[in-house]
């Protein structure tokens, strides 16, 4: 069943601006068709489609059921900022893994200075709908200084160390954590002083083996692991 998102009023959910358009020039779906809309909560919304205007879609809630794709956990990636042809395989990728929150920074090997927030909103709604997700995630940009300050906040810190030669895979230890903060490099990774720093800041570093995976590579790679560990 399509998804869409959109804002409740009463019994009623409206969508508007790029849903409301994908609804009627993209999909060309009609009144009295079903679809399951989201408001941004825990919920599902099974709806039919009450009345197509011009910048708008009125849809009937007829029941609503707990979203069953939401994380257990809140893992939160920090994400020192990429060229975009990684950011555009990082952002959906995490937010199919399970992440709560991403924290895109910026540091010493980064050349990307900002983001384009339309673009990575539309992102963020596209990846949602594909893992059936009703809750958007947030998505921002801060510096170095600032990712140090934040990851005070959680209670176990995993830090992908592309300089860390031990092997070693254990991630147990996020076993039974509720606030989990994933920090990954980009394609330049991480200087000495900054890889120093995190792990002052409490930042636990394993390895993911011998070989230097891309930036997204090393993403899907170590969230999935917190994931299955974390059980989330």
Do not use: W
Not at 25 to 32: A, I, P, T, W, Y
Not at 84 to 92: A, C, G, K, T, V
Request: proline fraction near 2%; include cysteine; aromatic fraction near 8%.
């Amino acid at each position: 069943m399509r998804r869409f998102f959109g804002r409740k009023e009463n019994n009623n959910i409206i969508l508007e601006e790029s849903e409301s358009y994908h609804l009627q020039k993209v999909l060309r779906m009609k009144e009295g068709e079903k679809l399951i809309a989201c408001v941004n909560d825990d919920y599902d919304y099974y709806c039919t489609i009450k009345e197509i205007n011009k910048h708008n879609v009125l849809l009937e809630i007829e029941s609503k059921e707990p979203c069953k794709a939401l994380p257990k956990r809140n893992i939160a990636l920090f994400q020192m900022i990429p060229k975009r042809e990684y950011f555009d395989q990082i952002l959906p990728r995490a937010i199919e893994l399970g992440v709560s929150q991403i924290h895109f920074f910026t540091s010493a090997n980064t050349q990307t200075k900002g983001l384009k927030q339309e673009r990575v909103n539309s992102q963020v709604i596209t990846a949602c709908k594909q893992c059936e997700r009703s809750k958007l995630i947030d998505v921002d940009l801060i510096d170095f200084k600032q990712t140090l300050k934040i990851l005070k906040e959680f209670d176990v810190i995993i830090f992908a160390n592309e300089r860390d030669t031990s092997n070693n895979f254990d991630i147990n230890f996020v076993k039974n954590k509720q606030n989990i903060a994933v920090i990954i490099g980009n394609e330049g990774g991480f200087t000495v002083d900054e890889a120093s720093q995190i792990i002052m800041a409490g930042g636990k570093s394993f390895s993911l083996g011998s070989r230097i995976l891309r930036c997204d590579t090393a993403v899907v790679s170590t969230l999935t692991l917190v994931g299955i560990f974390s059980e989330n």
